[in-house]
């Protein structure tokens, strides 16, 4: 990774300083709120199988994450103390078993005193020696890795860390680029191994052999459907034979540099132009919600009127008939586009505060009939987000209208035209400007051109 990405590791170089003060400045706040000297952030330990030695694959606490890019380092500690250097307590086991972090290098070493320790004893001579002044942010399930911390996750502070997370610094941001490009690139081999008609499966492969990750690193678990498959809204299965006739791909993956995801979906049909078309409809419409996007506006007002856009497109494709408002109230909309229009990204792909109101952890509930919106806050400047509009033939929804006024609005027939293709989503990555968007995610496919 550093090697593919020695020129562009340049410029996040001299980001970094600037997002760590930033980093520095946000847990100043939430120390001074808690009524704490010194915030430890906890990487996180390695977890296991139930009667088992096999362990699971490590994500690292994402504030961790967000201090350093260090995705594999399991039981070491940053040490925030107001006016200091952050302490990196990096821990490098003595194990033969395994293989183990190599010596601190990169960019990110010259923001921190790193000190490099062996056994977890080592660990407690570096912490504050007042730890009732400590407050200790990560997932603590052993007191061991507390070392005798017991404010862990005060509210008021994690409130505070999360709702300043919303916005992205310059670094983050640059972050989040080359994920975009590195995802796009990945979803170039998977649409060229769909049009070579291979399965699920090697599709998969195809994809991770293109952004260069292992499974596990990931930053969620692909979602590669075939034909109806494409109805699932996480479908993570993968066929090992392709269908006898292919007839469409749904590809929902993300990519990671430094931690920070991409999160791409992109439809394709096989040879049907009907179906193509309406494709292209969708990404119409896709393009059209996007250009809403800017600094100040209400994303769950957004969700809503994207409903009232996809209503327009199913009614202009004759897949049902009245008009967005009618099939906004009936629940027909529902039916067919029953998940939330995005949420934040960042460290997370699903990534925190996106129902917050304010940093005291106040929050704002989606709007009633879409329990599924991830994100309910105004948009500011640099927040990073999914949109992801879509249209499916989930049956078990559709029944649902059956009886209903909602049954009349829709054409049947036309249903079971689109159902062997499961459906269509077109999900890119932006940016939030004050008068716009950055899109990342046609950018990044641009580069590819």
């Not at 034909?227 to 929902?252: Q, W």
Request: charged share 20%; with cysteine; glycine share 8%.
């Amino acid at each position: 990774m550093e090697a593919d990405y020695s020129d562009k590791n340049k410029a996040l170089a001299a980001l970094y300083p600037a997002h760590i003060e930033a980093l520095r400045v946000r847990h100043d706040h939430a120390l001074e709120t808690s009524g704490a000297a010194h915030a430890i952030i906890f990487s996180g330990a390695l977890k296991y199988a139930f009667l088992d030695d096999r362990d699971y694959p490590f994500r690292p606490n994402p504030h961790f994450l967000s201090w350093a890019p260090l995705t594999g380092l399991p039981l070491s500690y940053i040490v925030h103390t107001p006016g200091e250097t952050p302490v990196l307590i990096y821990y490098q086991p003595h194990d033969y078993w395994h293989p183990v972090p190599g010596a601190p290098d990169g960019y990110w070493t010259a923001s921190f005193d790193v000190r490099v320790v062996h056994t977890l004893v080592d660990v407690a001579q570096h912490l504050p020696a007042d730890r009732e002044k400590c407050v200790l942010i990560g997932e603590v399930e052993d007191d061991a890795h507390a070392f005798g911390i017991e404010r862990i996750n005060p509210t008021a502070a994690v409130n505070i860390l999360h709702y300043a997370r919303g916005q992205k610094t310059e670094y983050e941001i640059a972050c989040m680029r080359l994920a975009s490009q590195r995802g796009a690139s990945g979803h170039r081999a998977a649409e060229m191994a769909f049009r070579d008609g291979l399965s699920e499966l090697e599709i998969h492969r195809a994809y991770c052999k293109a952004v260069s990750h292992t499974e596990d690193e990931l930053p969620y678990g692909n979602i590669v459907a075939l034909n109806d498959h494409g109805a699932v809204l996480h479908y993570t299965r993968f066929d090992r034979k392709p269908p006898a006739a292919i007839h469409s791909f749904l590809i929902d993956a993300g990519a990671q540099v430094n931690g920070y995801a991409s999160d791409i979906t992109r439809t394709y049909s096989y040879e049907d132009a009907r179906f193509d078309e309406l494709i292209q409809r969708m990404d119409a419409t896709q393009l059209d919600i996007i250009a809403k996007i800017q600094a100040g506006i209400d994303y769950a007002d957004l969700h809503v009127e994207t409903h009232r856009m996809l209503g327009q497109l199913l009614a202009d494709a004759g897949i049902v008939s009245g008009d967005p408002d009618t099939l906004l109230a009936t629940g027909v909309t529902s039916a067919f586009f029953p998940h939330g229009l995005g949420h934040l990204l960042g460290v997370q792909v699903h990534d925190v505060g996106g129902f917050m109101s304010d940093e005291a952890g106040n929050t704002i509930d989606p709007p009633s009939g879409h329990p599924f919106l991830r994100l309910t806050r105004s948009l500011e400047e640099n927040m990073v987000l999914t949109i992801e509009p879509g249209i499916y033939v989930i049956d078990m929804l559709l029944e649902n209208l059956r009886g209903t006024p909602a049954e009349s609005h829709v054409n049947w027939d036309e249903v079971d035209w689109l159902r062997p293709y499961g459906g269509i989503r077109i999900e890119d990555n932006v940016r939030v400007t004050a008068g716009g968007c950055e899109n990342l995610t046609r950018e990044a496919f641009a580069a590819l051109s």
